[in-house]
């Protein structure tokens, strides 16, 4: 094929054309044009020139060139041109300019307009993904209507119209089945941009498809009148949605429930009869727990904030409700509050608090010399440990039935004797295992915690200054989606996580590891993360 005046403007119709078809840009492709004739020109003068095509866009008349560089010292004859052969074509030349002369057209061969057409092709199939791309990424997270194209390994290709997306089989309801041109809704979980194309991830199981199917069904929620706050979901089978409500007239439970449930029947019907639960938010996070335990009634409630527990006491008869089939309701309320849940009957509880009452009672009676009446008196007054009893204010001690000043002064003597020979048995016992000097003289150290530091290995003041805060104090982590607990080696201490923090950072300012002024410019780099996250979180 040749460029000639008979089918110059055949490019630009053609380019039009394609361009129509794929709902791209026609510049895209004829620059597409563009380069695949510049191969098909270097096929025919050589690879190793830089051979460029430009097509007018008025026209379609495509001007060959070749291109070469003006260079002190020619390394490439293909593309380089010295200063003095440059002259030649252009007066004034100098190094870095381009010389620039028009090539004659090239007939296309078979082989030629094979390897043109491929490029094309390749091209436009880029511009078509971009164009995808760009469409779909910020559709993230909203509600789409497709159609069933086909199914592969389970996994359901759906038509969104100007591309295609995948409804993985992980992310369908578990007794949905689907055949070609069936209508289908789904939420757009993530679009992503990958070699092959961008792929669009969809999903039916997403807690964020059932919150934006609510916002769909409830003008309020819409509106921002109503807030979705937490969603967790057992999907096809259960579900509990939280909701509060920013007007006081308006109660979130009924509005998003609708005249005779005619809103969330509308979502439970979308969502193939999933039961849902709709709990009012309260930030308190028992009286939240209370509600996201329904329909079990709960007698007590005790929150462990730093571990991200809670522990809840139900009533014997209430405890299979509490917990639900296979354990779904318990499971579901501890995704929507975010914490574990322990559950105990009335029974379980009365038995585990009389058997930390004998424990503390044993501990006295053993260290104390005391009877077992006089212990037990201790425990019931609230002392859980020797430390208690040995440091408390005495008058604390006075309030006890038949306790005098003789008697605290000797309980309290007591405790501190045995304390102390405790410490000096832990403190051997610590430099037996090798901890130095060093460690023992850095301040905030027990004996006990020298040697528990000790039995782990950490016996010099740098072996602590290397430890991270979470290794001392303990923490919690989550993996595959549980909370793992993570122990410490001073957490038997009541060592806080700030504490932990605080006794390294001091450690590693002692062995100059740090300067203050590092720490104070660390402290002021989190202080100011921490105010532009509350800022965007207020905003939000």
């Known amino acids: 094929m040749a460029i000639t005046s008979a089918n110059q403007l055949e490019l630009l119709q053609t380019a039009e054309a394609v361009a129509r078809e794929k709902m791209i840009d026609p510049g895209l492709v004829v620059e597409a044009m563009e380069e695949s004739l510049a191969r098909a020109a270097k096929s025919r003068y050589g690879s190793e020139l830089d051979i460029r095509v430009h097509i007018d866009r008025k026209t379609g008349r495509a001007t060959f060139t070749r291109v070469r560089t003006v260079v002190e010292e020619v390394e490439n004859h293909f593309t380089e041109l010295s200063v003095k052969e440059a002259q030649e074509f252009k007066e004034g030349a100098v190094a870095g300019d381009e010389i620039v002369d028009e090539v004659p057209p090239v007939e296309m061969g078979r082989i030629a307009a094979q390897s043109a057409k491929q490029v094309i092709l390749q091209k436009v199939r880029e511009a078509e993904r971009d ?11 909203t509600i789409i209507n497709g159609q069933v194209k086909r199914e592969e390994y389970g996994n359901v290709i759906v038509d969104i119209g100007r ?8 992310e369908k309801i578990g007794r949905e089945s689907y055949r070609p041109n069936d209508r289908i809704r789904v939420y757009i979980k993530d679009v992503r941009r990958e070699p092959r194309g961008p792929q669009i991830f969809l999903s039916r199981t997403a807690p964020e498809f059932m919150a934006e199917l609510f916002k769909m069904e409830v003008p309020e929620i819409y509106d921002g009148i109503i807030e979705i706050k937490a969603v967790a979901r057992d999907p096809g089978s259960r579900a509990k949605i939280a ?11 009924g509005a998003c429930v609708g005249m005779r449930g005619s809103r969330v029947q509308a979502v439970v019907n979308e969502l193939q009869g999933e039961k849902i639960d709709i709990i009012p938010w309260n930030e308190d996070a028992p009286t939240f727990l209370v509600n996201a335990l329904q329909p079990a009634e709960v007698s007590k409630v005790v929150l462990d904030e730093d571990a991200g527990k809670i522990e809840v006491v139900v009533p014997d008869d209430q405890l299979s409700l509490a917990i639900g089939r296979r354990g779904q309701n318990v499971r579901l309320a501890s995704q929507l509050t975010g914490l574990d849940i ?8 009365s038995a585990r608090r009389q058997a930390e009452f004998a424990e503390r009672t044993q501990i006295f009676m053993d260290n104390l010399d005391l009877d077992e009446f006089f212990a037990q008196l201790l425990v019931s007054e609230g002392f859980t440990s020797l430390e208690e009893v040995a440091y408390v204010e005495q008058d604390e001690l006075l309030v006890i039935d038949g306790v005098d000043e003789d008697t605290a002064q000797e309980l309290q003597a007591r405790a501190r004797d045995y304390l102390e020979e405790q410490n000096k048995k832990a403190l051997e016992h610590a430099k037996e295992l090798g901890v130095e000097q060093s460690l023992i003289d850095f301040e905030g150290l027990t004996p006990q915690m020298l040697e528990a530091l000790g039995e782990d290995g950490v ?11 979470w290794e001392l104090a303990g923490g919690w982590t989550t993996v595959d989606g ?8 001073l957490e038997k201490f009541d060592v806080s996580l700030e504490e932990a923090q605080n006794m390294v950072m001091t450690a590693r300012l002692q062995l100059g590891w740090v300067t203050i002024e590092e720490l104070e410019e660390r402290a002021a780099a989190e202080a100011e993360a921490e105010a532009a996250a509350a800022e965007e979180e207020a905003g939000a």
């Open 482 to 489: 549980q909370r793992v607990k993570d122990d410490g080696l």
């Open 459 to 469: 016996k010099t003041l740098d072996d602590f200054a290397t430890c991270a805060d």
């Open 243 to 253: 909701v509060i409500s920013y007007d006081n007239a308006i109660d979130p439970v």
């Open 342 to 349: 322990d559950i105990l009957t009335e029974d379980e509880e």
């Open 131 to 141: 164009r995808q791309y760009e469409e779909f990424k910020d559709r993230a997270g």
């Open 163 to 170: 591309g295609e997306a995948v409804l993985r089989r992980n």
